[in-house]
T-cell receptor
Framework: RKEVEQDPGPFNVPEGATVAFNCTYS??????FFWYRQDCRKEPKLLMS???SGNEDGRFTAQLNRASQYISLLIRDSKLSDSATYLC???????????????FGKGTKLSVKP | GAVVSQHPSWVICKSGTSVKIECRSL??????MFWYRQFPKQSLMLMAT?????????EQGVEKDKFLINHASLTLSTLTVTSAHPEDSSFYIC????????????????FGPGTRLTVL
């Protein structure tokens, strides 16, 4: 079983749609969780950290359920510029601690169409 | 702040040659840098952790004699793919860990733009 699993995608949605990404992780000892965004042939960039209480940043909402080892990302009112691959990332280190081994999911590709 | 550069951005080489990729933290000092590899439609996979002034720590399955890592200064780490073969063709990405001083949040990884290697 892969350490981090995501929806295979791709997701093709119209502008303005709401999109949900799901992710599960296998290591219950994982301590910190993130969503990264990767544009085609570019490096990944941190989108947001994910906390158990749930957190929101504008149109983006992330949720974490440690009991079921599940992470989600919701994008509301999607824009053309949201088109990218979204990577679920897990770390054995705590937030604010030494960010060592980041474990990446394969990513889910999102295409937002006009 | 917290900019990481890689050079070259892409390289095409013949089988059997060696290729060196540089990773630089431009506006902060990074005692730790990481090297990742990403094959098409696959996850980024950590290859090794590079600590300034000491030997790199390689992940299981990564040949240290094939992927030579040197981290001689606080702003530069290099990855040399020795005797490259077509199966080494991949996207190589480095990241540098911020120190919390000028440039970069402490302990956050900042990624370089990547180097696309094609071995013919």
């Amino acid at each position: 079983r892969k350490e981090v699993e995501q929806d295979p995608g791709p997701f093709n949605v119209p502008e303005g749609a709401t999109v949900a990404f799901n992710c599960t992780y296998s290591n219950s000892a994982s301590q910190s969780f993130f969503w990264y965004r990767q544009d085609c042939r570019k490096e990944p960039k941190l989108l947001m950290s994910v906390y158990s209480s749930g957190n929101e940043d504008g149109r983006f909402t992330a949720q974490l359920n440690r009991a079921s080892q599940y992470i989600s990302l919701l994008i509301r009112d999607s824009k053309l510029s949201d088109s990218a691959t979204y990577l679920c990332v897990v770390s054995p280190k705590p937030y604010g601690g030494s960010q060592g081994n980041l474990i990446f999911g394969k990513g889910t590709k999102l295409s937002v169409k006009p | 702040g917290a900019v990481v550069s890689q050079h070259p951005s892409w390289v095409i080489c013949k089988s059997g040659t060696s290729v060196k990729i540089e990773c630089r933290s431009l506006d902060f000092q990074a005692t730790t840098m990481f090297w990742y590899r990403q094959f098409p439609k696959q996850s980024l996979m950590l290859m090794a952790t590079s600590n300034e002034g000491s030997k790199a720590t390689y992940e299981q399955g990564v040949e240290k004699d094939k992927f030579l890592i040197n981290h001689a200064s606080l702003t530069l780490s290099t990855l040399t793919v020795t005797s490259a073969h077509p199966e080494d063709s991949s996207f190589y990405i480095c990241s540098a860990r911020g120190t919390g001083s000028s440039g970069g949040a402490r302990d956050t990884q900042y990624f370089g733009p990547g180097t696309r290697l094609t071995v013919l």
